[in-house]
Nanobody, 125 residues
């Protein structure tokens, strides 16, 4: 019912910035919460941030102060602005959607019903 397409990934140097976008299509009524996860090489998926329908946000500790999540409900687009990027930020970044409010479990990938294909972010030293 929901299709997600990430874009904006690429290669940047340490300390650089990048803005990821996620275009959503389908039933907008079930997009209660949207978020971003990432998967670094050899590691499991890691929650970055989430934002519910009224703008309430949640962030992983590593993302606080550096990453900003936002959503445009008119354009049906989710964004992730990243700054002061570090080599450890290198990963495939995924856009996710939950039909319900994940609350304190926003960081759990099992909470989300839809996933995008991912966009690669590479941060070089």
């Amino acid at each position: 019912q929901v299709r997600l397409l990430e874009s904006g990934g690429g290669s940047v140097q340490t300390g650089g910035s990048l803005r990821l976008s996620c275009a959503a299509s389908g039933d907008q009524q079930i997009m209660m919460c949207m978020g971003w996860f990432r998967r670094a090489p050899g590691k499991e998926r890691e929650g970055i941030a989430a934002i519910d329908g009224d703008g309430t946000t949640s962030y992983a500790e590593f993302a606080k102060g550096r990453f900003t999540i936002s959503r445009d409900n008119v354009k049906h687009t989710l964004y992730l602005e990243m700054s002061d990027l570090k080599p450890e930020d290198t990963a495939v970044y995924y856009c996710v959607v939950s039909r319900q409010r994940p609350g304190r479990n926003w960081w759990n990938p099992n909470v989300y019903n839809y996933w995008g294909q991912g966009t690669q972010v590479t941060v070089s030293s």
